[in-house]
C-alpha cells in the first residue's frame, strides 16, 4: 500500500521523491543546478516587469 504521503530522500547523488500514487522522480545536482538558473531568469523578468509597472504608477500619480 503506497504511502500518503510525499518523500524526499538523497541517495547516489541524486534527489529522489516519491509520490503517493507511486510515482517516483529523481533529480540530479545539474538538473536542480539547471532548475534554479530557470527560475533566477524568470525573477529578473518579473522584476522588470515590475519595475515598469512602478513606472507606469509613479506617472499617474503626477
Not at 507511486?22 to 543546478?33: I, P, Y
Not at 538558473?37 to 503626477?62: C, G, N, P, W
Amino acid at each position: 500500500m503506497p504511502s500518503d504521503k510525499v518523500t524526499v530522500e538523497f541517495k547516489d547523488g541524486k534527489k529522489i521523491t516519491k509520490y503517493p500514487g507511486g510515482k517516483v522522480e529523481e533529480q540530479t545536482k545539474n538538473d536542480l543546478e539547471r532548475y534554479k538558473q530557470f527560475l533566477i531568469r524568470e525573477k529578473q523578468r518579473i522584476d522588470r516587469h515590475i519595475s515598469l509597472i512602478d513606472d507606469d504608477l509613479a506617472k499617474m500619480a503626477v
